[in-house]
């Protein structure tokens, strides 16, 4: 992870998912973790602090891990 990486949380990750953030700084308040700037609907923004292990750096999400997280329904 790295200040600007685009991330989303690993427990909301899908091939739809709208939830994005941005990191903005490490977090001075929770050792390893970063602060990261959440979009959300009507233009409403959120700042927050995110351990490491529960985000996933959009740009190393390869196209097998998409495959591997679509859900099909019938």
Same mark, same amino acid.
């Not at 970063?34 to 292990?53: P, R």
């Given at each position: 992870?790295?200040? @600007?990486? !685009?991330? &989303?949380?690993?427990?909301?990750? @899908?091939?739809d $998912?709208? =939830?994005?953030?941005?990191?903005?700084?490490?977090?001075?308040?929770?050792? @390893?973790?970063?602060?990261? =700037?959440?979009?959300? $609907? *009507?233009?409403?923004?959120?700042?927050? *602090?995110?351990? %490491? &292990?529960? !985000?996933? *750096? =959009?740009? %190393?999400?390869? %196209?097998?891990?998409?495959? &591997?997280r679509?859900?099909? %329904? =019938?």
């Amino acid at each position: 992870m790295h200040i @600007g990486a !685009l991330v &989303s949380k690993k427990s909301r990750w @899908g091939v739809d $998912s709208q =939830l994005i953030g941005i990191i903005v700084c490490k977090s001075s308040m929770i050792e @390893g973790a970063w602060l990261v =700037l959440w979009t959300l $609907s *009507d233009n409403k923004y959120k700042l927050q *602090d995110h351990i %490491t &292990s529960a !985000l996933i *750096d =959009l740009h %190393t999400v390869s %196209t097998e891990s998409i495959k &591997s997280r679509v859900r099909i %329904t =019938l």
